[in-house]
């Protein structure tokens, strides 16, 4: 059966590291329910630019988004959501380092959310190595720990350390 997409589906990517953007495009650009993929160019390193402009040039599905006074920084990522109005478009942000996503992911979550659309304004798949994932998975009995966590994007046991993947290697 077919489905008939209401939207078109852009992931868009505040991109950067070559090493993790391997792994990331063999799902994006192997799962036709994804349209576009923007990668917003927040590089610190001139060989991962180059490399996302490689990309570009060799599949039409990829955009680079450039913007001016970025510094691969978190900081640096707000200024490119103003691309990302399109009312005709679902969009669907994902980090350069997520290295798994399941087999047609775009249309998954996008029927999700067409589904829920009257009862969430948010939707997102679950991330490790994620704070506000982490600690979701903790308050929801998914993983144990005696450590602090908290929901703040910058909670140092949440994000950024060994914690959640030892957890997720452990239990999955």
């Not at 570009?56 to 900081?75: A, L, Q």
């Not at 939707?123 to 190595?129: A, E, G, K, T, Y």
């Amino acid at each position: 059966m077919d489905i008939i997409k209401q939207h078109k589906i852009f992931v868009v990517t505040p991109a950067g590291r070559k090493k993790y953007l391997e792994i990331l495009s063999k799902y994006i650009l192997k799962d036709d329910s994804i349209d576009e993929w923007h990668l917003w160019d927040n590089c610190r390193d001139e060989s991962d630019r180059e490399y996302i402009c490689q990309l570009s040039r060799e599949h039409k599905k990829i955009t680079v988004i450039k913007e001016c006074g970025v510094d691969g920084t978190n900081k640096s990522v707000n200024k490119f959501y103003k691309y990302c109005r399109d009312e005709d478009v679902f969009y669907i942000k994902m980090d350069d380092d997520i290295v798994y996503l399941p087999e047609k992911f775009g249309l998954k979550l996008y029927l999700k959310a067409i589904r829920e659309k009257n009862s969430f304004s948010w939707w997102s798949p679950m991330v490790i190595n994620n704070a506000i994932c982490t600690y979701l998975l903790k308050t929801k009995g998914r993983i144990k720990t005696n450590a602090f966590l908290s929901a703040q994007a910058s909670c140092p046991v949440g994000w950024g350390s060994p914690f959640l993947q030892n957890c997720y290697i452990e239990h999955f």
